[in-house]
């Protein structure tokens, strides 16, 4: 019935801002007041009563405030998804929603400010020019990863006619890490094998590598290593880190004779010739993969460049929490926490704000063409995604059983769709690089 439907108004108190007021009618709150407390008068003893038989107004002097406030809540939730819909608003985030305290005439009345997506119309995206960046493979590249193959294939032999370290030494060390003279449990640890280097380029924290050379087995020695303040990890960035080495033991890394043999053994291959030929076929198919992306990422600064417009900060401040979560970035706690947090929001924010507007394009895009993915479509690509994820494929199904993680792969492949239909109307011309 109309008169029980909730009345709205919606007004702009910012560019992306709307505030709508609602108001539930009393009959709605009241019918909603008394379900409630028969429902608990179903559920609850009280003594002195039968079950099921304590008055309401005994109930109302027990648990009155907590089911109004339940009832409110519920009745909120539902009044404001109504005034979205009633007024075609596409919200951006949650709501800041202020509830006025029930008068006598028990009408629930509020107020709900949203951040809202801005309406583009994208006309502007046939004919965008960009280059295809494509690198040559050569022997070198191939090269290079039969090397790293056959330095995971490498033994370690002791070392026992010299206890003074060289470069390419495979260092077995207890290290104990400090920052600001507190200990960093994360990048302490017991037996450490580090492999000695001149140019530090390993993958130990804070190029530690080249810091042993020279050193003595059976030493204890404290290292000091600045960390950039660029660096990745804001516990680290701008940093001293102190790190204390006791070293136990020296080893030098062997590695297998590049042969038929190797091949077969670490390349699954029957010749060292075949061996190579696999390798380049798979570098050839990663550039071109590459060169695709780098053209698309192009594509759409193209497009974002032609469509000028904000995106919502909501929508900004959530990319920037899934690009700390995706790069692995710890903040540290305590008193340094809001400062680290602020900047590491501004190293981020400018990739965030550059994501949102290409979501809003997209999105906008493949609603005016109408495009759509079907159930088959987001089936057959859920088990693909479940195929690789090799022994975690039952956890990868599971995960999409979940409505909000199936709704969030159907809209990334309606975006994959709208770049699509932007990359089939582009001049793309590919250039050779090294």
């Not at 008055?55 to 109302?60: G, K, Q």
């Not at 050193?215 to 290292?223: E, R």
Request: with cysteine; charged share 30%; aromatic share 4%.
């Amino acid at each position: 019935m109309a008169e029980m439907e909730p009345r709205t108004s919606v007004a702009d108190v910012g560019q992306l801002k709307r505030c709508l007021e609602v108001e539930v009618p009393a009959g709605v709150v009241t019918a909603g007041l008394d379900r409630a407390f028969k429902n608990l008068q179903q559920r609850v003893n009280v003594r002195g009563f039968r079950p099921g038989k304590a008055p309401r107004a005994v109930l109302e002097r027990l648990y009155g405030q907590q089911v109004r406030n339940e009832v409110i809540e519920e009745l909120v939730g539902g009044a404001y998804s109504f005034a979205l819909s009633r007024h075609k608003i596409l919200a951006a985030g949650e709501p800041d929603i202020v509830v006025q305290p029930l008068g006598e005439d028990h009408v629930l009345r509020f107020s709900a400010t949203v951040e809202v997506y801005p309406e583009v119309t994208v006309s502007d995206y046939e004919g965008i020019e960009v280059m295809r960046p494509i690198v040559r493979i050569d022997d070198q590249d191939v090269d290079r990863v039969i090397a790293r193959i056959a330095e995971a294939a490498a033994t370690i032999h002791p070392v026992t006619d010299r206890d003074r370290v060289e470069a390419g030494d495979i260092v077995t060390a207890d290290i104990a890490a400090t920052i600001d003279g507190r200990p960093a449990g994360d990048i302490s640890r017991k037996g450490a094998m580090i492999e000695a280097s001149e140019a530090g380029e390993g993958e130990f924290p804070g190029a530690l590598e080249h810091r042993l050379v020279g050193l003595t087995t059976g030493t204890k020695v404290t290292l000091d290593v600045d960390y950039p303040a660029d660096y990745a990890n804001a516990t680290f960035a701008g940093k001293r880190v102190s790190f204390t080495v006791s070293l136990a033991a020296i080893g030098r890394k062997e590695t297998p004779p590049l042969d038929d043999e190797f091949a077969r053994r670490h390349g699954d291959c029957q010749s060292f010739a075949a061996l190579q030929e696999r390798i380049r076929s798979s570098l050839e198919r990663d550039v071109e993969r590459a060169a695709d992306a780098a053209a698309r990422e192009a594509i759409l600064d193209a497009l974002i460049e032609r469509h000028p417009f904000d995106p919502p900060e909501v929508m900004v401040e959530r990319r920037c929490e899934a690009l700390a979560e995706s790069l692995g970035v710890r903040v540290p706690s305590g008193s340094d926490r809001q400062k680290a947090l602020a900047e590491l929001w501004q190293k981020l924010r400018p990739r965030a704000v550059r994501d949102g507007k290409a979501a809003i394009l997209l999105d906008s895009l493949a609603v005016q063409h109408g495009l759509e993915v079907g159930d088959d479509d987001l089936a057959e690509r859920i088990e693909r995604i479940v195929s690789q994820a090799g022994q975690a494929h039952e956890r990868a199904r599971e995960l999409y059983r979940s409505d909000e993680r199936r709704n969030a792969l159907r809209m990334q492949m309606l975006r994959e769709k709208a770049l699509e239909l932007v990359v089939s109307k582009a001049e793309i011309r590919t250039v050779e690089k090294r």
